[in-house]
């Protein structure tokens, strides 16, 4: 059986077409599935819709949680719920077409136990959340100590076996596709062309993608503290080189050293400068220690429909 996770966010507008595009992309693969449907504390009629779905067709079920707990709890939650032999996550925009997953399907057959979809070209590059899109994946590829690092968001298929192993793992602050790299086990690729989206605005906003790409990045890696340090070895290395300078400068020429007050300004405000930078990255650190031995749960479940 194919399971399919779906977290959805005030899309009451998609919905409708979600469902008519995913039911006909599942029965395309002649096999047996189930439709999770995530609803992670919507405020509009997504939560009615979905209720409407199960009544009139039975393999569409939904995890109702508590309140709004964010994109990556929410998948996690319908991982946890699918019944499976493989699983696929996919986003509820439908800016990732349904009608890959029988492409995916079909790999999966082959031998290969995760299968990633691949992004060609995206339709969602603009302004500075489109910079931000180009940017985040080459620099994480860079930063990451990870096997692989190809463009590729939470849309992908993982076998029984990896979501087994999945649901072991008790991060909180989650970064999907990183952990889903970091299990390993063979995999393939499908390439797609991802779409503007289909209804609505996206419901992403800017601070929480600014803490889903540190998630990724200092989740998988402690290149950033690496990277503080050498750069301050480096900074006090030129401060040596400076001193005896000075010295010689202050015995030739003592009427013009004395006078470089911008100077020192300007050389204390870039330490400061580096200092609080420093700060900031070990306080990240240490924040994601924190939050991770509260060991409170990723979400809360309010409802199941459908299971």
């Not at 057959?109 to 691949?118: H, P, R, T």
Request: hydrophobic share 45%; proline share 5%.
């Amino acid at each position: 059986m194919i399971s399919v996770v779906v977290p959805i966010f005030n899309e009451q507008e998609n919905l409708p077409e979600l469902r008519r595009r995913m039911t006909a992309a599942l029965d395309s693969t002649s096999e047996p599935w189930e439709l999770i449907l995530v609803n992670d504390g919507s405020r509009d009629d997504s939560a009615k819709l979905i209720r409407q779905f199960n009544s009139e067709d039975s393999r569409i079920k939904s995890v109702m949680l508590s309140r709004n707990f964010g994109h990556q709890p929410a998948v996690t939650a319908g991982i946890h719920h699918a019944r499976g032999d493989c699983v696929v996550l996919i986003d509820g925009d439908l800016q990732d077409p349904p009608e890959v997953i029988a492409e995916m399907v079909g790999k999966w057959k082959e031998g290969n136990q995760v299968v990633l979809a691949e992004r060609r070209t995206r339709g969602d590059l603009h302004g500075l959340r489109g910079m931000g899109f180009r940017l985040f994946y080459p620099v994480l590829k860079h930063i990451a100590d990870l096997p692989h690092g190809p463009d590729a968001g939470i849309f992908g298929l993982m076998d029984r076996v990896i979501v087994d192993h999945f649901n072991k793992l008790p991060e909180r602050n989650r970064f999907i596709p990183g952990l889903r790299s970091w299990l390993g086990f063979t995999s393939a690729t499908v390439v797609y062309d991802r779409k503007d989206r289909a209804a609505g605005k996206p419901k992403q906003t800017l601070r929480r993608l600014i803490k889903y790409a540190l998630d990724g990045m200092i989740s998988f890696s402690n290149k950033p503290l690496r990277w503080v340090t050498y750069f301050g070895f480096l900074v006090s290395f030129i401060a040596f080189l400076l001193i005896p300078t000075y010295l010689i400068l202050a015995i030739k020429y003592p009427d013009q050293v004395g006078r470089g007050f911008f100077t020192i300004l300007l050389t204390v405000l870039f330490l400061g400068g580096v200092q609080l930078i420093s700060v900031g990255i070990l306080g990240e650190y240490i924040g994601r220690i924190y939050e991770e031995i509260k060991q409170r749960p990723l979400y809360v479940v309010a409802e199941t429909v459908g299971f």
